[in-house]
């Protein structure tokens, strides 16, 4: 589990799906000018398509991964948390102004074997309150206006949407137009629930402005770092793994719900010192 905070706009659930069912290796052929998710239907057309001179088809790995503390494969569920912030924002909300909020927290939530993860709660950065599931009731996570809301100060409120949510530790791997190999933590709708995403109250010089985003799964790189695993979300990698963005309500259009995640978030284990990190299944 990374800072997540309602990033969920890299689609993705042909290659997660798979991966949960025990498969060791999901390799899909994908039309560059589609991105990593767009799955083809004819194998045969696919490779014949690579096998000509620039072809307009990639080869995109998925990998099962895993958690390992110190060093140790994660055999049982164990709790973890996360620390960060993440710049939510609508790139074209009412009357097509963009708002964007800078918001700070902490997830709570599980890993388990076979890189399997869940998201179960928001909190604020101090840890003092948790965040009621349902947008509206009670008080959300305050957040700091950066643009198209009132900027400076922390007016404006967010609900994660569609609590809990399951994710997936993956190791991505693209072969062409230039090799890339890497983390991917995937986002996933919990069983019989909706889209995991964000909603906010935005406070603006003409009132207040309401806004949900969601989409069907999410990406973030995860990397390993001195304190734990480090999890960013970044519009390069959303388009390295040829992402969408969210939907949101209060645009006119589809995908416009974007998030930049400046520093990334660090994931421990809850009271334990020893240390947290992802590592491919060989």
């Known amino acids: 589990m990374v800072f997540a905070l309602f990033a969920v706009f890299a689609f993705g659930a042909v290659a997660a799906t798979s991966a949960m069912a025990g498969e060791e290796e999901t390799m899909r052929c994908v039309p560059k000018t589609e991105g990593l998710w767009g799955l083809q239907t004819s194998t045969i057309e696919c490779a014949e398509e690579l096998a000509t001179a620039n072809s307009p088809f990639e080869l995109i790995s998925f990998l099962l991964a895993e958690w390992l503390v110190e060093g140790l494969e994660v055999t049982t569920t164990l709790l973890v948390e996360t620390k960060g912030e993440l710049l939510l924002e609508d790139l074209k909300a009412t009357?097509?102004?963009?708002a964007k909020v800078l918001c700070s927290g902490i997830l709570d939530?599980?890993?388990g074997p076979n890189g399997e993860d869940e998201i179960t709660e928001v909190l604020n950065l101090a840890g003092t309150l948790s965040i009621p599931r349902i947008a509206l009731e009670g008080t959300g996570l305050l957040c700091s206006g950066q643009e198209g809301c009132t900027t400076g100060t922390e007016n404006d409120e967010v609900w994660a949407v569609n609590l809990p949510w399951l994710t997936?530790?993956?190791?991505?791997?693209?072969?062409?137009?230039t090799l890339f190999q890497g983390f991917v933590v995937l986002i996933l709708p919990h069983a019989g629930g909706g889209n995991p995403g964000w909603y906010t109250l935005c406070a603006t010089a003409l009132g207040t402005s309401e806004d949900e985003c969601t989409a069907e799964e999410g990406a973030a790189e995860a990397s390993n770092v001195t304190a734990g695993v480090?999890?960013?979300?970044?519009?390069?990698?959303t388009l390295l793994a040829g992402g969408k963005l969210g939907n949101c309500t209060a645009s006119s259009e589809k995908e416009t719900g974007n998030v930049e995640e400046p520093a990334g978030g660090?994931?421990?284990?809850?009271?334990?010192?020893?240390?947290?990190?992802?590592?491919?299944t060989g």
């Open 230 to 237: 480090l999890g960013v979300f970044t519009e390069a990698f």
């Open 109 to 111: 939530g599980t890993i």
């Open 168 to 177: 997936l530790l993956e190791l991505l791997e693209e072969e062409s137009p």
């Open 266 to 280: 660090v994931e421990t284990l809850v009271g334990s010192s020893e240390v947290l990190t992802v590592s491919s």
């Open 95 to 98: 009357l097509n102004i963009k």
